[in-house]
């Protein structure tokens, strides 16, 4: 049987506000106790509830026969067989109404099957309180910070930066929707080599553009934007102190035009040259010499990093008395902590994955819990237009940025496809297929289904009123189908929170889009007996209002006509 993931653990899902308590809370509970009464036990984080792939295999799971197979040393299926019995017993209160039966699937699964009244009670809920409903608590107001795009300000960013600042924006709006406390912030590396070589690369055209003949190094800046800071420093050559200061200044500013035309914005831009002369490094390097933590070899300070998880010692200060780039790695990362957040997430690009370890021992070695920092690689990202990859920019020489992108096919689209793989997957951009308005294109096809239920609703005899809707009409199996899937928006993004990836929110979408035109393309809204049409424009408006907040949430538009 095929299972969407780890979701709902104690504590963490509340999926029905406005019930005296929630089910599937109430569910962990009753599996808890009938263990105990079978004399067996798990820890709480081990009793979790799934979403089956498929309504036939029920609506919530539990794998606590196959986490008790290796203890008790039985098949998972006889274990199954023996507590599902046990659990229908201990059934009580709001359960004993919700739940309709209790089997085993596959190889040991043990999966509930609702009754109709458990959807329809999630139906009006969702039409009495509107999005408020679909609030859960997993957060319990959790400090949070995440760092993601963190782009050297260089050069414009690229498609690479784009998705992370797609997956990292969409994760921080879902974070904040389960009661995050959430900070989005870039870290500014505005010091060292690469500063001083966009200088030199700027200093160099400029005296190109005056007509003295250069050698312009290959390690240097190459594209056409180290021309147009050029021209802009000749003319404040007068007001200039530092010239790879201001070409980095221009550079970021233009960063933030885009991330600003992109739907992102962060709340904290922190500057690594502000960190290097507030002595902060030093006294964090002195801290961890306290601790033990550093010895001196071969003229070079290391860190004792392998005593911490790492795979070998790390060096942070070399020999001619330059930092490494894991000192202000270090000291940056305990100052998130002094700031408060309890939970740190970075996003970097593939090229960083074995720069994890170290930084994880760096925060267990100043006593925190290094599952407290994670650090997601998001993978490349590669852009296709008319099925062949586009390997090189049209008008920067260099690589495809975010804002061709932009122009080619918006902030939409764009934001989507860069979520529609995992994080940890390469991703397909077809720049063809983000531009048609038909079925092929996800965005198109989940806003058209939006706009398409807005119209039907604008166009509905009379106002629903939520109390008086009778859901028992609904019975069609496109009906349940839709009502079915509507219920799981909570789950799915508890789905994201513990995978740390929005990737599952754009499946989703594109899931209940797909139900919605089955059942309209199979049902008539409208024009139908008086009930029947109320109860189906209260299911459209549900399914309006599920939609809307997950495009939200991945900060694409929610369009009313197309």
Same mark, same amino acid.
């Given at each position: ?5 780890? #979701?709902?653990?104690?504590? &963490? ?163 904040? %929707?389960?009661?995050?406390?959430? =900070? ?21 055209? &400029?005296? !190109? ?56 914005? %962060? ?38 990093? #392998? ?71 998001? &993978?490349?990202? =590669? ?14 020489? &260099?690589?495809?940025?975010?804002? !061709? ?12 496809? %860069? ?144």
């Amino acid at each position: 049987m095929i299972i969407w993931g780890l #979701i709902l653990t104690r504590g &963490q899902a509340h999926i029905f506000l406005s019930m005296k308590k929630n089910t599937q809370d109430l569910l962990i509970a009753v599996i808890k106790d009938t263990l105990k009464k079978q004399g067996l036990s798990l820890a709480e984080d081990q009793i979790i509830l799934d979403l089956p792939a498929d309504h036939r295999f029920g609506d919530l799971a539990t794998n606590c026969a196959m986490r008790l197979a290796r203890s008790l040393k039985k098949p998972p299926f006889e274990i199954a067989n023996t507590l599902i019995e046990a659990l229908k017993k201990n059934l009580k209160g709001p359960l004993a109404k919700y739940i309709k039966d209790i089997k085993v699937e596959g190889a040991g699964f043990i999966n509930f099957y609702f009754q109709d009244a458990y959807f329809q009670d999630f139906l009006r809920d969702l039409l009495l309180n509107g999005q408020k409903a679909l609030k859960i608590d997993a957060g319990k107001k959790k400090k949070v910070m995440i760092e993601f795009v963190s782009a050297n300000p260089t050069g414009a960013l690229s498609v690479a930066h784009a998705r992370q600042a797609a997956v990292g924006d969409a994760l921080a709006n879902i974070l904040e %929707f389960l009661n995050f406390r959430v =900070t989005r912030e870039y870290y500014l590396n505005d010091e060292g080599n690469q500063i001083n070589i966009l200088g030199r690369s700027v200093e160099l055209r &400029q005296k !190109e553009l005056a007509g003295e003949k250069i050698e312009f190094p290959e390690d240097h800046y190459q594209g056409d934007y180290i021309y147009d800071i050029a021209r802009q420093a000749q003319k404040q050559k007068d007001k200039i102190k530092n010239i790879g200061d201001f070409a980095a200044d221009y550079i970021l500013s233009i960063i933030k035009k885009e991330l600003d035309d992109f739907g992102v914005k %962060f709340d904290v831009w922190y500057s690594q040259k502000a960190l290097g002369s507030s002595g902060k490094i030093e006294k964090y390097l002195a801290e961890l010499k306290k601790r033990g933590c550093l010895y001196e070899s071969e003229g070079a300070l290391w860190f004792k990093s #392998i005593g911490f998880g790492d795979d070998k010692d790390r060096v942070v200060k070399k020999s001619d008395g330059a930092y490494t780039y894991l000192a202000p790695d270090i000291a940056y990362h305990q100052e998130k902590y002094k700031r408060g957040f309890e939970q740190l997430i970075n996003m970097w690009g593939p090229d960083h994955h074995g720069y994890i370890s170290r930084l994880k021992a760096s925060v267990a070695a100043f006593g925190h819990n290094p599952d407290s920092l994670s650090v997601i690689i998001v &993978q490349l990202a =590669t852009i296709f237009r008319n099925g062949q990859p586009v390997q090189m920019s049209t008008r920067r020489g &260099q690589y495809i940025t975010l804002r !061709e992108v932009l122009d080619e096919v918006g902030a939409d689209a764009a934001r989507f496809f %860069f979520m529609m793989r995992r994080t940890s997957s390469h991703l397909d951009f077809d720049l063809e297929i983000a531009k048609k308005q038909s079925k092929d294109n996800p965005v198109f096809y989940v806003q058209y289904a939006h706009a398409r239920i807005c119209s039907i609703l604008n166009s509905a005899p009379a106002k629903i009123n939520p109390k008086k809707i009778d859901f028992s009409l609904l019975k069609e199996k496109e009906e349940v189908e839709l009502f079915k899937k509507l219920s799981e928006f909570s789950s799915v993004l508890n789905i994201c929170a513990q995978a740390q990836d929005p990737y599952m929110l754009t499946v989703y979408l594109t899931q209940v889009a797909e139900d919605f035109h089955k059942f309209y393309d199979n049902h008539r809204v409208l024009g139908q007996e008086e009930n029947l049409t109320l109860s189906r424009l209260a299911l459209l408006s549900a399914a309006r209002a599920v939609i809307a907040c997950g495009l939200k949430l991945l900060g694409v538009s929610q369009p009313e006509k197309m």
